[in-house]
């Protein structure tokens, strides 16, 4: 009897938190009746029908919308911060190129907002905002009084929105302010596993990284309960994952990445690479993360595989099984980086890494 009861709960329970996750298709189409029109929105059927672009066009992607092909603009020329490698006066945003590098603002010299608040400054320093008369300044060193990241020294943030403190340096299973774990699969740069965790009763803490228990990825889900993490034995946490909708032919969604899963960690692992390097100390510092500062002093493919595995962390699953002309259009920038990216070339072994996910995309 008590048996029944259990399994009546249950399938209760089962059915309340069973809200099936509905997505989209995305595949190619063949012609529409407008010949400009490169996407075609079926809003019976939720379904988007992609289509090319002659030669000299390319196709806006929409959000279950129509669309159609544009002329493509000439790209206006990039500006680059100071301390990035220039060729000519021009490609500086100061307007200053000097030595092959763009030059900036001295400290203790007049600076103004330009792109960003701190673009006119020489790497080191930041344009001191609150001051009537904004000047550069040396950025802030760990653990001295700040009221944003910006103001702090490289691969440093304002934590707490009290002091600079150096990235990673909270180890596992210390306390973390409840602030600075607000990611939805609780990654915090500060901790030195990346990964935080907020208890029931308020009090965040560094842990080590959670990972999909799942063996084969992509792992098709259908609700975010199926996306819970492995558990920590420490501690008995674990937490729960989002099921996200990929642009593919079939609708299907994935679990997403945790911080310990292999695209996200290794993200992380490059990143903290290039930390180390000391480059970013070279480049302004809203410029010291960007593929700006990388192109300027890493070897190309060293450049470009950071940024091939940011992406993956960050886009994971949503071009997972997209077909051809879903990836030319809404993913362009991932076939742009698996065609620069050569993991051959690479340090490390990602040669798996690699066929795995042309493989997904292309299935
Ligand atoms: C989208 O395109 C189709 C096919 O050309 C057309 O029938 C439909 O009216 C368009 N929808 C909108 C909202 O413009
Ligand atoms: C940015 O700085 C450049 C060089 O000082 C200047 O020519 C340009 O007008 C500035 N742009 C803005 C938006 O302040
Ligand atoms: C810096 O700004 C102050 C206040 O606006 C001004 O008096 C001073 O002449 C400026 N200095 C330079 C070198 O432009
Ligand atoms: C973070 O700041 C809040 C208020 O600004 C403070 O109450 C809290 O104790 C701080 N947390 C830590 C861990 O420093
Ligand atoms: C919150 O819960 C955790 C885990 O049970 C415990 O370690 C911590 O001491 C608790 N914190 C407070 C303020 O009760
Ligand atoms: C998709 O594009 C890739 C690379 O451009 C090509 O090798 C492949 O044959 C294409 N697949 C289809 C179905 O068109
Ligand atoms: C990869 O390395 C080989 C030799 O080490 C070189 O010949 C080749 O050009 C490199 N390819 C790329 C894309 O850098």
Redesign the pocket.
């Known amino acids: 009897m008590s048996g029944e009861k259990i399994m009546l709960i249950l399938v209760v329970a089962f059915i309340a938190s069973s809200q099936s996750i509905i997505c989209p298709k995305f595949q190619c189409g063949s012609s529409f009746p407008n010949s400009n029109q490169c996407i075609y929105f079926d809003s019976t059927n939720k379904a988007t029908y992609i289509s090319s672009c002659s030669k000299g066009t390319y196709c806006p992607p929409t959000n279950q919308a129509n669309s159609t092909c544009q002329t493509v603009n000439p790209k206006p020329i990039s500006r680059s911060y100071p301390g990035e490698k220039c060729s000519s006066n021009t490609n500086c945003i100061t307007g200053v190129c000097s030595k092959d590098v763009c030059s900036g603002i001295a400290r203790n010299q007049n600076c103004s907002l330009n792109i960003t608040n701190n673009a006119l400054c020489e790497p080191g320093n930041y344009c001191d905002l609150t001051l009537s008369n904004p000047v550069c300044t040396e950025l802030k060193s760990n653990l001295a009084f700040c009221t944003a990241g910006d103001q702090c020294i490289y691969g440093a943030g304002c934590y707490n929105n009290t002091y600079c403190l150096l990235y990673g340096s909270i180890q596992n299973y210390q306390i973390i302010a409840k602030s600075e774990c607000t990611n939805a699969i609780g990654y915090s740069p500060y901790c030195q596993s990346g990964q935080c965790y907020n208890f029931v009763n308020g009090t965040s803490i560094c842990i080590e990284a959670f990972e999909s228990p799942y063996f084969d990825s992509p792992f098709q889900c259908y609700e975010n309960s199926a996306c819970v993490s492995n558990i920590n034995i420490k501690t008995g946490a674990a937490i729960q994952g989002a099921c996200n909708c990929a642009k593919n032919t079939e609708g299907s969604a994935f679990c997403a990445q945790f911080v310990g899963d292999y695209y996200f960690s290794r993200a992380i692992e490059l990143w903290e690479k290039w930390e180390k390097s000391g480059n970013p100390s070279k480049c302004n510092i809203d410029a010291a993360y960007t593929p700006g500062c990388l192109m300027s002093y890493y070897k190309?493919?060293d450049a470009y595989e950071i940024l091939y595995y940011n992406y993956l962390a960050t886009n994971y699953p949503t071009y997972v099984g997209a077909d051809n002309c879903t990836l030319n259009v809404y993913f362009s920038d991932y076939l742009f980086l698996v065609e620069e990216y050569?993991p051959?070339?690479s340090s490390g072994n990602q040669v798996f890494g690699l066929a795995l996910v042309i493989a997904l995309a292309l299935a």
């Open positions: 190309s493919n050569n051959i070339n």
